[in-house]
């Protein structure tokens, strides 16, 4: 809805790379040009933000899909930036909603220019089948996104709104959430604890939480071999590159993956280069925890990594 309301042809949006495929793609489908803009352990490198972009899209809390998180700096800075240069930033709650270790306000919390726009759904914390997402932005911007709303769905579904609506009034969801993320920790601990005791030679940075691990394989690592090798233990893989901006690139880089749901655990991978070269981008692998450590165990049995002895709890 944003991007339909707000953007057109020439309209110029930055956006970390790598970053979430979809909302790249929706930017690129109303017309805008999206340009990529690197991403470190202090998230978006806001001074590589090309001058004449008129968005920014950002997930500050945990970056899609890195996990890492925009420092305080960045994000002062990411503010002023977008003051100085006339610029809207769209921000992302993804993972938000669930409590960690280094708790972040929002950039729409910080705002004092009235140029960061939120926008969250109940799917991780509810269930994605709802459908139901929320956007916190100035009234008069509001009213607008209500009036195209009508266009593109006369009636959304007022008895899912009103149920989730009594859930939240009730204290419901608050309670929802600490178990979630009590559940979560517990299984990143586990995970990383799997990680380090079967694929010792994979490294993953420290963030402060998030529903995933971003790991860092090995030089050689063929993603094209282990995504065939997976499927034949009935693990599904998907292409990594599809973060990236410029996919046909990436290819270039070795592993990348990324959970959906146990029964189809999705990975996603970047094969090897032409050249024998690595690109520190690629290598890597995404796990996400709530599916996560029962498949892990496959995945890494399937590589005759796992004792005869080990089971999955």
Same mark, same amino acid.
């Given at each position: ?18 970053? #979430? ?72 709650? #993804? ?8 708790p972040q306000q929002a950039l729409r919390g910080m705002d004092r220019?009235?140029?960061?726009? #939120? ?14 997402? #929320? ?68 490294r993953f940075g420290e963030t402060p939480g998030g529903t995933s ?60 280069t032409g050249d024998g070269g690595r690109s520190q981008a690629g ?31």
């Amino acid at each position: 809805m944003l991007a339909t309301l707000l953007m057109n042809k020439g309209s110029r949006v930055a956006m970390e790379d790598p970053g #979430y495929p979809d909302a790249r793609s929706i930017f690129q489908l109303a017309g805008a040009e999206v340009a990529p803009v690197r991403v470190d352990k202090d998230g978006i490198d806001v001074g590589a933000i090309p001058r004449e972009s008129d968005f920014v899209f950002v997930t500050p809390n945990h970056h899609c899909p890195t996990m890492v998180s925009l420092s305080e700096a960045r994000r002062r800075q990411l503010l002023a930036d977008a003051e100085a240069h006339d610029r809207i930033i769209i921000e992302d709650g #993804y993972d938000s909603q669930l409590m960690d270790d280094a708790p972040q306000q929002a950039l729409r919390g910080m705002d004092r220019s009235g140029r960061v726009v #939120y926008v969250g759904s109940m799917s991780k914390t509810l269930a994605p089948g709802l459908r139901l997402g #929320y956007i916190v932005a100035s009234a008069g911007l509001i009213a607008e996104l209500r009036a195209l709303r009508r266009f593109m769905l006369r009636h959304p579904p007022a008895n899912n709104q009103r149920a989730v609506a009594l859930f939240l009034s009730l204290g419901h969801h608050e309670a929802l959430v600490r178990r979630l993320s009590a559940a979560f920790a517990e299984r990143r601990k586990r995970l990383a604890h799997a990680v380090d005791a079967f694929l010792p030679e994979w490294r993953f940075g420290e963030t402060p939480g998030g529903t995933s691990l971003w790991l860092e394989g090995p030089r050689g690592t063929d993603s094209a071999a282990l995504a065939q090798m997976a499927e034949a233990r009935g693990v599904l893989v998907e292409p990594g590159a599809r973060f990236f901006d410029r996919p046909e690139k990436e290819r270039a880089l070795p592993a990348a993956g990324h959970f959906v749901d146990c029964a189809a655990a999705h990975r996603a991978g970047h094969p090897r280069t032409g050249d024998g070269g690595r690109s520190q981008a690629g290598r890597r692998l995404i796990l996400s925890f709530e599916p996560a450590f029962q498949c892990w165990l496959i995945f890494a049995e399937s590589a005759g990594t796992i004792p005869q002895t080990a089971t999955a709890p």
